[in-house]
């Protein structure tokens, strides 16, 4: 019996180190676990902040990296430190930007709307305004009409201002509980770092964050890397619709 229980512990013990070696081995990005492959999504990107510290964009694989989606502001009266950095040295390089709002649940839209209009620059985006909905490091959420509520209405003065849908960036989890037949208009950009992503109610979405583990040369920690879920050209029409907004 001591035997036996003696073998259990050291069976169990082995399988907690494994698993904990996978984990850091995932964490520092050594393992990949699920990168699509450029020959099936040939238009890739990042999305960056502060988090990625000061970016040597002029050193960044332009092939590999086709646009950068970067944060701009969050809540009522946040803003990015080194938006404006990034946004004009990303630009002075050739790589294609939008920007990115996370939405805080307990400001109401409009306020962050304004915050986000006076901060983006309505001449300079190539791709749709981002809002991010997310539970990660948001504030306790109010009822889901009440959140639907001031979702749309930032919704509806982005889109006016802009002449252009906003793209929604959410989790699994904040779709599943919010988003499932909801604001069916606005393209879909999903985080989904284990497998293909796949959203419940059948709806296709427009891009993928792939990891946030990434590694990209002139950019010194780890970056999230995404996919567009489509060809060169459907890309290309996609700057079209936003560029014909504006005109």
């Known amino acids: 019996m001591r035997k036996y229980i003696i073998l259990t512990i050291t069976v169990l013990a082995i399988v907690a180190l494994s698993l904990a070696g996978l984990y850091y081995a995932y964490n520092r990005g050594h393992i990949r676990m699920n990168y699509p492959s450029f020959e099936e999504y040939p238009v890739q990107g990042i999305d960056v902040s502060h988090h990625q510290q000061q970016i040597d964009w002029a050193n960044i694989d332009k092939a590999a990296v086709q646009f950068a989606f ?48 006076h901060y983006v620059p309505k001449d300079s985006i190539n791709l749709p305004p981002i809002i991010d909905l997310e539970y990660g490091g948001n504030c306790k959420e109010n009822r889901k009409e009440d959140l639907i509520t001031e979702i ?47 959203l419940p109610d059948g709806r296709n979405w427009l891009f993928w964050q792939y990891t946030n583990r990434g590694k990209v040369k002139g950019i010194n920690t780890p970056v999230d890397l995404n996919a567009f879920n489509g060809s060169r050209a459907d890309f290309e029409k996609l700057l079209h619709t936003l560029s014909a907004g504006n005109d």
Do not use: M
């Open 152 to 198: 749309t209405r930032f919704l509806e003065i982005i889109e006016n201002h802009y002449q252009c849908k906003v793209i929604i960036y959410t989790t699994h989890e904040f779709y599943r509980d919010y988003l499932i037949n909801q604001l069916p208009d606005n393209p879909i950009w999903i985080r989904d770092i284990v497998r293909t992503p796949s």
């Open 70 to 117: 970067i944060k701009a502001t969050e809540g009522g009266n946040h803003k990015d430190s080194l938006f404006q950095h990034n946004w004009r040295e990303a630009i002075r390089n050739n790589i294609l930007v939008a920007a990115y709002h996370f939405f805080t649940f307990c400001k109401d839209g409009d306020e962050q709307a304004r915050n986000y209009i």
